[in-house]
């Protein structure tokens, strides 16, 4: 037996969600309507990283198609049940995920009480299933998040169906610093004062911090224009020259060079960012309940830390590289970090006094998590989901474009696809096209004739009406096992809120089906 | 037996997008399947998967490539490896999970445990198609060449090449001589971060500059008659300790072992997810391309999947002055003060170039060879002359690099001073 460095074996992904990622997967539990071999490689890629558990539900026997398009089947296996072939399988991959197996049909579980999904953290539906749309009210309901996968031919969809998804660790890549060099707080001032760039000799100027130059330049500009800060284009122009003029030597003065070339930093307001308005206004909004969840508690908690502190945000205390010695570079950053906890104080008492009110426990909340959110607080997400494979508006986006190559075709044709099996129980063939076009046009209307372009992609499914192509299977796992990961680690952002793959042209698309 | 039956719909009906409906013929495309000679390079996070979708969707004659062995934190994420596997060659241990699973007398998977440039180039003349799932750019860049250099009347290899880093990646064909290459598209890779040396000698400030101050010039220090070893346990060990006490001493906080490891290694994120979904596209590719069952994807696509999902597919234009697929000379700007060592160092630092030990020569003189020794010897103290003085007015040079076959015409633009304006500020 060999002895399991966790660490080690998770080193290259610990580095894209690190240890807080990883333990919130680690208690998350997936399920999986039909094994396919979609399915079954979304599995293969959560019980990699290291998923709790995960559940198969399906109850078919595996077949020669099966066979034909699953890794995670072998010889044996065929005629024998297919879910708990593929979750033995799969458990060779990592001991730590827990599988089981089960073999009923829908109607079967949907026999069961609707609280046997609680335990479920994401639920997964690859390709056709009956009753879907039972399926959906009951996750929906529940505010569990449901992943829909189609793969037909060389195209593939995904829904993500949730009520609504919230992020705090976005791990925006855009680089915002907040660093109110507009608005010193008294102790960055106090620390840009103490220096006087006259008296420096050559190395030591050559070394202080831009954003000292910069709370320093723009005093200078501000006492000669009534308090203003540059405004127009020539005003930028002529800061941006102030600080070239500061410098001894702008060739050489790695700092001021620094300054010179990110001068925007210098103008960049201190200001709520338009997305974080909007969401404490819809905060305001929303009651607090005993269940609200934290996020929400944090948000309404926020709309209070910012009325209590001049209209601004917790400081999240982050500072980029820059030229400077060591020593003023570390100072700089104690600044920045001292303000960011006394923020993060204030903000946790007034997480504690919503929570008091409501009578919920403060344990609730742990310090980490409220240092995550106020390192985070600039670039929270919010989105609200549709219940709703389709609407009128989706509908009319298809037909909008006439003869383009929207591919909103694309799934439609799997929708379609879908229907044409619930009513047939078989896959539509070439020979079905027209009766495909009938239940297309029965179910979703307009347009006669249709246009060419949408009856070529539905020709292209019928023509390619296998629902087990790898390399379709294994892409769109892919993709889906992707959004689960971002939903049980809670970082990065996910689907907002449907996919559509053309491997025939190799683009995709993605659309929003709204909430109404 | 493992039957066609989930790809037979694929093959039977040409579809309304097929390119050559008149002349498809279903039995030519299984035919196709059953004997393309097909290579993959990298049997690691892409080469697994890779492997795999080839052997579910009818190749029947892979051969795989890979001179590294299996190590632990490869396990997250190459499913066909297990902890026992450890140390073992990925390219035939792969093969050999690939072949029991399937389970196919006609299946034949052909492994190397060793580098591509151990081949001759007439190797890769007997594959009709070549995917690499590699994270070496200058393996990239060598089968690239090689490839383009096979091209005659009746070969042309394409290269369907796939890369990842965390949630994001990208896939393409390349047809060589006709789209882009590989080297046509170098300025599109991340760069690698680097750090000045001043700042890592004098004014450190993050935990990477104490790391590095430890790698670049601590290790030579202590250790010059022997390399850093990232996969020693002992070596890593001092490397942390060592950037750990400088760290220390600057009050810098955040010198971990793993950040240390990240820094000298210059890991990369790697999950399953995203390397199936390059995989897999690269491979439906490869499918579309020995079936003739669709078009191929022309040229480039692009993946993302940190914010939402996301991908853009775009023919990237093929560059008249790529050292592999272009004729044109690349022109590069030089400073008229450089000594021809300040130019080597300024090329060799260039995105588009990124060559460690270029040589140099022009039709009238070598240069700069940087080997054999003692043509280096001979060559070397042109380094400290001027590169105006070397060159005859509007003369290309040739730039090469022991490592790559490639050869790059370079036409210097000079500009700026006669002197070096820091010299004149002393
Ligand atoms: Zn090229």
Excluded at chain 1, 352 to 364: A, C, K, V, W
Excluded at chain 1, 422 to 437: S, T
Excluded at chain 2, 277 to 290: G, L, R
């Amino acid at each position: 037996m060999v002895v399991i460095d966790k660490e080690t074996r998770y080193d290259r992904q610990l580095r894209l969600w690190a240890t807080a990622g990883q333990s919130r997967l680690e208690h998350s539990h997936i399920c999986l309507l039909n094994a396919t071999p979609t399915g079954s490689e979304i599995l293969k890629n959560l019980i990699l990283p290291g998923i709790g558990k995960f559940t198969i539900i399906d109850n078919r026997l595996v077949t020669q198609v099966d066979l034909s398009s699953n890794f995670f089947l072998k010889r044996e296996d065929l005629g024998t049940p297919i879910a708990s072939a593929i979750q033995h399988n799969l458990s060779e991959l990592n001991q730590e995920a827990q599988g089981s197996s089960i073999i009923k049909s829908i109607e079967q579980i949907f026999a069961e009480p609707d609280t046997f999904w609680g335990q479920f953290s994401v639920v997964i539906v690859s390709d056709y299933i009956p009753h879907l749309k039972r399926l959906i009210d009951i996750l929906w309901s529940r505010e569990i998040p449901l992943l829909i996968v189609n793969s037909v031919g060389f195209y593939g969809s995904l829904n993500l169906i949730a009520t609504e998804i919230n992020v705090i660790e976005t791990h925006d890549p855009s680089k915002l610093y907040d660093l109110r060099i507009d608005k010193p707080w008294p102790e960055l001032q106090e620390f840009s004062d103490s220096f006087d760039l006259d008296k420096l000799d050559d190395t030591e100027h050559a070394h202080v911090p831009y954003i000292v130059i910069f709370i320093k330049a723009l005093k200078q500009w501000k006492i000669k224009h009534n308090g203003q800060p540059p405004i127009t284009y020539q005003e930028k122009t002529m800061f941006r020259n102030l600080i070239q003029s500061m410098s001894r030597n702008i060739q050489l003065e790695t700092n001021f060079i620094e300054a010179y070339n990110s001068y925007h930093r210098a103008f960049q307001k201190t200001e709520i960012p338009d997305s974080i308005k909007s969401l404490l206004f819809t905060s305001q909004e929303r009651k607090l309940t005993p269940t609200t969840s934290i996020f929400w508690v944090y948000v309404a908690a926020l709309h209070k830390f910012v009325s209590h502190n001049n209209g601004q945000l917790p400081l999240p205390g982050k500072l980029p590289d820059m030229a400077s010695d060591t020593n003023n570079y570390i100072k700089l950053q104690k600044i920045y970090h001292k303000k960011a906890l006394q923020d993060q104080e204030l903000f946790a008492n007034e997480v504690y006094s919503i929570l008091d009110t409501l009578r919920r426990p403060r344990e609730e909340i742990s310090r980490e998590s409220i240092a995550t959110f106020c390192k985070n607080v600039q670039l929270l997400y919010v989105t609200i989901g549709s219940k709703y494979l389709s609407n009128d508006k989706l509908v009319e986006e298809l037909f909008r474009d006439g003869d383009s190559t929207s591919s909103l075709a694309v799934y439609f044709g799997v929708l379609t696809f879908n229907h044409f099996v619930d009513q047939y129980k078989r896959f539509p063939k070439i020979d079905d096209l027209p009766q495909f076009i009938h239940l297309f046009t029965k179910m979703f209307g307009q347009a006669n004739p249709l246009p060419q372009s949408i009856a070529n992609v539905f020709q292209e499914i019928l023509s390619h009406n296998t629902r087990n192509y790898h390399n379709l299977c294994s892409l769109m796992g892919g993709i889906a096992s992707q959004e689960v990961l971002k939903l049980t680690t809670s970082q990065y952002i996910p689907l907002d809120n449907l996919f559509i793959f053309d491997g025939v042209k190799s683009t995709s698309e993605r659309f929003k089906i709204d909430p109404l | 037996m493992r039957d066609l039956s989930s790809i037979l719909p694929l093959v039977e009906t040409a579809g309304p997008f097929n390119e050559v409906p008149e002349e498809y013929d279903p039995h030519d495309s299984l035919l196709s399947l059953a004997t393309t000679k097909i290579l993959v390079i990298g049997a690691g996070g892409l080469g697994c998967e890779i492997l795999k979708n080839l052997a579910l969707t009818g190749f029947k004659d892979i051969h795989v490539i890979d001179m590294d062995t299996i190590e632990l934190s490869n396990l997250n994420r190459q499913f066909l490896f297990r902890p026992e596997d450890i140390g073992k060659s990925k390219a035939e241990v792969a093969a050999r999970a690939i072949i029991a699973r399937i389970g196919d007398d006609n299946l034949k998977i052909t492994p190397y445990f060793g580098k591509i440039q151990d081949k001759p180039r007439e190797y890769y003349r007997q594959f009709s198609v070549v995917i690499s799932g590699l994270d070496s750019i200058e393996a990239r860049r060598w089968i690239n060449a090689t490839l383009m250099a096979l091209v005659d009347e009746e070969t042309l290899v394409p290269l369907i090449d796939g890369g990842t880093e965390g949630l994001r990646g990208q896939s393409r064909v390349i047809l060589p001589t006709i789209s882009s290459c590989f080297e046509c598209s170098l300025d599109l890779l991340s760069p690698k971060v680097t750090y000045p040396v001043c700042t890592i000698a004098n004014t450190p400030r993050l935990p990477e500059h104490c790391i590095e101050w430890a790698n670049q010039l601590q290790w030579p220090r202590h250790f010059p008659d022997r390399k850093f070893d990232a996969d020693n346990p002992d070596d890593v060990d001092w490397m942390y300790q060592m950037a750990k006490t400088r760290a220390d001493e600057f009050k810098i906080e955040g010198v971990t072992r793993s950040l240390t490891l990240g820094v000298v290694k210059n890991i990369i994120p790697a999950i399953a997810s995203t390397n199936a979904v390059i995989a897999a596209s690269c491979c439906n590719e490869a499918f579309k391309f020995v079936t003739n069952s669709n078009p191929l994807l022309n040229n480039y696509m692009m993946y993302s999947g940190d914010e939402s999902i996301f991908t853009y597919t775009y023919p990237y234009a093929k560059k008249d002055n790529c050292p592999v697929c272009g004729n044109m000379p690349k022109w590069v700007k030089a400073e008229r003060w450089w000594t021809l060592d300040q130019f080597i160092e300024e090329l060799s630092t260039k995105q588009e170039v990124q060559m460690t030990r270029p040589s140099l020569t022009t039709s009238s003189r070598y240069l700069y060879l940087s080997n054999p020794e003692e043509l280096e010897k001979l060559t070397r103290t042109n380094l400290s002359k001027k590169l105006s003085d070397l060159l005859a007015p509007g003369e290309e040079i040739v730039v090469t690099d022991p490592k790559l076959p490639i050869s790059m015409k370079v036409l210097v633009e000079f500009v700026g001073s006669e002197v070096d304006p820091e010299f004149i500020n002393k």
